[in-house]
């Protein structure tokens, strides 16, 4: 089992950036593809982004494709998301995600899930 846990959330300006980070529990973390997803009020949940086992294959939604990048730190138990030229309409509450499968944009094949944290973006 993994448990998640995110952080990094907050207010900022359009046009400025936020880390997110989330810490994971559990020896198997390295066999676990990781994502990012977000939540805007009134809307689905949605994907952002992924990270495969290996880091060496990420996958992003076109949304934020050249301003959003993910990484993961396999040795520290760690997913980060760095958000730069961040837009109002980036604001939602974002998701970390763990998926024992494949990497993928795809919802319903996660198995494990945070709390989220809230980013608010003021234009």
């Known amino acids: 089992q993994v448990q998640l846990v995110e952080s990094g959330g907050g207010l900022v300006q359009a046009g400025g950036s936020l880390r997110l980070s989330c810490a994971a529990s559990g020896r198997t973390f390295r066999g676990y593809a990781m994502g990012w997803f977000r939540q805007a009020p009134g809307k689905e949940r949605e994907f952002v982004a992924a990270?495969?086992?290996?880091?060496?294959?990420?996958y992003y939604a076109d949304s934020v494709k050249g301003r959003f990048t993910i990484s993961r730190d396999n040795a520290k138990n760690t997913v980060s998301l760095q958000m730069n030229s961040l837009k109002p309409e980036d604001t939602a509450v974002y998701y970390c995600?763990?998926?024992?499968?494949?990497?993928?944009?795809?919802?319903?094949?996660?198995?494990?899930w945070g709390q989220g944290t809230q980013v608010i973006v003021s234009s």
């Open positions: 990270i495969s086992v290996s880091v060496v294959t990420t």
């Open positions: 995600a763990a998926n024992r499968a494949t990497l993928t944009a795809e919802e319903h094949q996660y198995d494990y």
